[in-house]
């Protein structure tokens, strides 16, 4: 499923639930935010839902070792010049780095058994690599553009019925000239309760994707330097050769 399709589909599902939430399982004290706390509720319900399918995926993508075992392995496995063997532990282990490795090692012995001169096969390698992760990192950063977004529209709605709720608090003032003390209290608990359902969604999203961006980068940077030292090892030995 596309992420735009999937992220549409989120917002009308979550919107459902909020509702009926909102509607019948919500305390008094908790819709007296007004319907702003519908909308809040739909972005937490999409920040959670997104925390699980990120959680899930980027898991996958490490594969079923350990990843530094396994990347440990594959180096091992290459410079002692078992590369079926590697590309085995590659199909086995799957995953993000897995897919780039086994893929650069297919493209290596099919070079090899055609001959070719030793830089155009290691710039056959690197080309094969790049392709790869060009493919592979779309997938480890979808829906943290989402997340970040909600992180910040979050936000937005929670001060807007806090707004709407300081309004509501200064009209009744207004109007009898003296304190009414049911609306006063009314206009200030919209305010408060829109204040916290708004700072919820925020903090969780950012946390979210701060943790999230921080996974993907220290699994790129192990395929870096797992790649940067298989292709400095086939350079090494084809020069040897």
């Known amino acids: 499923m596309k992420q735009s399709v999937f992220t549409t589909v989120l917002l009308v599902l979550a919107s459902a639930v909020s509702t009926v939430i909102y509607f019948y399982m919500l305390p008094q004290y908790i819709r007296d935010g007004g319907y702003i706390v519908i909308l809040l509720?739909?972005?937490?319900?999409?920040?959670?839902?997104?925390?699980?399918?990120?959680?899930?995926?980027?898991r996958k993508a490490e594969g079923k070792e350990p990843l530094q075992r396994f990347l440990r392995q594959i180096i091992d496995a290459v410079q002692a010049k078992k590369f079926e063997e590697a590309i085995e532990m590659c199909k086995r282990q799957e995953g993000t780095c897995a897919h780039v490795l086994q893929a650069a090692l297919e493209r290596y012995l099919t070079v090899q058994k055609r001959g070719l001169p030793i830089d155009?096969?290691?710039v056959e390698v690197k080309r094969v690599i790049?392709?790869?992760?060009?493919?592979e990192t779309p997938l480890l950063e979808k829906n943290l553009i989402a997340i970040s977004t909600i992180a910040s529209i979050a936000t937005m709605v929670g001060l807007f019925g806090t707004t709407l709720g300081m309004i509501r608090s200064f009209r009744a003032l207004a109007s009898t000239g003296s304190a009414d003390a049911v609306q006063l209290s009314l206009g200030i608990s919209e305010a408060l309760v829109n204040t916290a359902g708004g700072l919820f969604a925020a903090i969780t999203a950012i946390v979210a994707y701060n943790v999230f961006v921080?996974?993907?980068d220290n699994l790129t940077f192990l395929l870096d330097e797992a790649v940067?030292?298989?292709v400095e090892i086939l350079g090494g030995e084809e020069e040897a050769q």
């Open 120 to 122: 155009k096969r290691i």
């Open 228 to 230: 940067f030292e298989i």
């Open 41 to 58: 509720l739909a972005l937490s319900i999409m920040v959670i839902t997104f925390i699980i399918e990120r959680t899930m995926s980027l």
């Open 130 to 135: 790049e392709e790869a992760t060009a493919l």
């Open 214 to 216: 921080n996974k993907v």
